[in-house]
Antibody, heavy 121, light 110 residues
Framework: EIQLVESGGGLVQPGRSLRVSCVAS????????MYWVRQAPGKGLEWVSS????????GYVDSVKGRFSISRDNGKNSLYLQMNSLRQEDSALYYC??????????????WGQGTMVTVSA | QSALTQPASVSGSPGQSITISCTGT?????????VSWYQKHPGKGPKVIIY???KRPSGVSYRFSGSKSGTTASLTISGLQPEDEADYYC??????????FGGGTRLTVL
């Protein structure tokens, strides 16, 4: 069974940093692109970042460029999102998702349950 | 990276068919046949029901179908069932390793 388990969320002050993680199981992790997608309370889904199977292709939504960094460790079946200079508008449930294939143009397929990030003083 | 446009809500009675539209631009839906649709129930992670415009993943009911015309994609749900009541999101690849989602549509089964 494919599983994606996010962790690392919590309450953080504006301007501080936080790293969220996602551990994958049930599939060959390094064969697939991975994604972070967030949902603010009462709002819709927002794509945050994508990374190809070999980390060669990476994309970010404009609002997080220069502040967030996606990475993966294929040896540990893990995906990460380093979030710096956090803002209140970054408060959201952050989902990790596995793509249909190895490219970042392959849509997100399987999703985790999410980890909540709250940015507040 | 402008969000795709979806109606805020649609409704239908059991057994009926409904269609949800998703309007993008020539930079996303208009140029890529890479639209996906997600069903989201409260408290659960999204579930993909259509990918690459019209493909259904294994295990997804035939009642769900996707299509595209120009810069607008559509999701049709036939034979509405109570368990179809959920939020539905479209998404499209936008090039340069970017994706964009629609604002979501709340489906109410009357």
């Amino acid at each position: 069974e494919i599983q994606l388990v996010e962790s690392g969320g919590g309450l953080v002050q504006p301007g501080r940093s936080l790293r969220v993680s996602c551990v994958a199981s049930g599939f060959t992790f390094d064969d697939y692109a991975m994604y972070w997608v967030r949902q603010a309370p009462g709002k819709g889904l927002e794509w945050v970042s994508s990374i190809s199977w070999n980390s060669g292709n990476i994309g970010y939504v404009d609002s997080v460029k220069g502040r967030f960094s996606i990475s993966r460790d294929n040896g540990k079946n893990s995906l990460y999102l380093q979030m710096n200079s956090l803002r209140q508008e970054d408060s959201a449930l952050y989902y990790c998702a596995k793509g249909f294939g190895e490219l970042v143009s392959d849509a997100p397929e399987i999703w985790g349950q999410g980890t909540m990030v709250t940015v507040s003083a | 990276q402008s969000a795709l446009t979806q109606p805020a809500s649609v409704s239908g009675s059991p057994g009926q068919s409904i269609t949800i539209s998703c309007t993008g631009t020539s930079a996303d839906i208009g140029i890529f046949n890479l639209v996906s649709w997600y069903q989201k129930h409260p408290g659960k992670g999204p579930k993909v029901i259509i990918y690459e415009g019209s493909k259904r993943p294994s295990g997804v009911s035939y009642r769900f179908s996707g299509s595209k015309s120009g810069t607008t994609a559509s999701l049709t749900i036939s034979g509405l069932q109570p368990e179809d009541e959920a939020d539905y999101y479209c998404s499209s690849y936008g090039g340069s390793y970017n994706w964009v989602f629609g604002g979501g549509t709340r489906l109410t089964v009357l």
